[in-house]
C-alpha cells in the first residue's frame, strides 16, 4: 500500500504525462484519468470516472473490446508503446481517432488494474500516407531519381535510374 506522499508523487507523475493515462479496474471500469486523456476523449474526467473502458470505444469495436479486456486481465503482461497497438478510440462526441496504447499492469490487494498509456496518432498516420504516395510517384516517374545521403551514400534508386544507368538498386 502506498503511503500518502508515495500516493501523491504517483498522481503527480500520471498527471504530467504527455501522454492520455488511465487506469482501469478488473471490472473493466474508469479509476483514474489524466488531463490528457480527458483532452483526447473529449470527456470532462469526471464524467469518466466508474465508466466502463468502453465508453472510449467506438460502438462497432466494444464487443471486440470487452473480449480483449477480458483476455489480458487473464494474462496481464506489459504492452510498451511501440509495439504495434494501434487501435480506435471514440470521443465524447462520436468521432472516431487512431490511437496507440501502452498497456502496464498493477495488481494490489484490493484488485488488479491496468494502467494504459494512449497517445492520438492521426498525425502520424497522415504523415505515413503522404510519405507512401511520395514514395509512389517517385518509383512511378520517368525521369531518373537517385537520393543520397550526406555520406554521398546513395539511399534510393527509382526504375527509371535503373533504366537510364544501367544498375540496379539492389547493385547501387
Do not use: C
Not at 497497438?85 to 462526441?93: I, K, N, P, S
Not at 472516431?96 to 498509456?117: N, Q, W
Amino acid at each position: 500500500m502506498l503511503k500518502p506522499k508515495e500516493s501523491r508523487l504517483v498522481n503527480l507523475a500520471v498527471e504530467a504525462s504527455p501522454h492520455g493515462m488511465l487506469m482501469i479496474g478488473s471490472d473493466g471500469t474508469i479509476k483514474l484519468v489524466n488531463s490528457k486523456a480527458a483532452e483526447l476523449f473529449g470527456y470532462p474526467r469526471e464524467q469518466m470516472l466508474d465508466q466502463p473502458i468502453e465508453i472510449l470505444v467506438p460502438e462497432r469495436l466494444r464487443q471486440q473490446h470487452a473480449q480483449m479486456r477480458e483476455s489480458y486481465f487473464a494474462n496481464p503482461r506489459t504492452r510498451p508503446m511501440g509495439e504495434g497497438r494501434e487501435l480506435w478510440g471514440a470521443r465524447q462526441d462520436g468521432s472516431e481517432f487512431p490511437i496507440e496504447i501502452g498497456l502496464t499492469p498493477l495488481a494490489t490487494e484490493e484488485d488488479d488494474f491496468v494502467l494504459a498509456s494512449v497517445i492520438d496518432i492521426t498525425e502520424r498516420r497522415r504523415v505515413e500516407e503522404a510519405n507512401r504516395h511520395f514514395a509512389a510517384v517517385i518509383e512511378s516517374s520517368d525521369d531518373a531519381i537517385v537520393s543520397k545521403d550526406l555520406n554521398g551514400v546513395i539511399r534510393s534508386w527509382n526504375k527509371a535510374a535503373e533504366r537510364i544507368f544501367g544498375y540496379t538498386a539492389e547493385e547501387m
